[in-house]
């Protein structure tokens, strides 16, 4: 069993900053690229940003020079440092994990459970 474990979450005002964690723990062989999506109400899911194993950020052009995505490997935690927060990135943060349960397996998707965001306006 895999868990992804989401913490951070909450309310702040807009302009101000938060910082997300994600833990990942169970039966983890290796973790390929861990990231961060988000869901508002009535919305679809979408990329917020990721990073892979060996380091290399990626994310999405809304956020890109205000969001932060790291990583601690010896941990299997990702963190997303978000700074400048608007209140239309108010929304439900999942963590995402792509990672193999042995050396065997192939590498699939796990998802946390979400953490709330509230950036009221």
């Known amino acids: 069993q895999v868990q992804l474990v989401e913490s951070g979450g909450g309310l702040v005002q807009a302009g101000g900053s938060l910082r997300l964690s994600c833990a990942a723990s169970?039966?983890?062989?290796?973790?390929?690229?861990m990231g961060w999506y988000r869901q508002a109400p009535g919305k679809q899911r979408e990329f917020v940003a990721r990073i892979t194993s060996d380091g290399i950020p990626y994310s999405a052009d809304s956020v890109k020079v205000r969001f932060t995505i790291s990583r601690d490997n010896a941990k299997n935690k990702v963190y997303l440092q978000m700074d400048s927060l608007k209140p239309e990135e108010q929304a439900d943060y999942y963590c995402?994990?792509?990672?193999?349960?042995?050396?065997?397996?192939?590498?699939?998707?796990?998802w946390g459970q979400g953490t709330q965001v509230t950036v009221p306006s």
């Open positions: 995402h994990g792509y990672l193999m349960t042995s050396r065997w397996s192939r590498a699939i998707d796990y």
């Open positions: 169970g039966s983890i062989f290796s973790i390929n690229g």
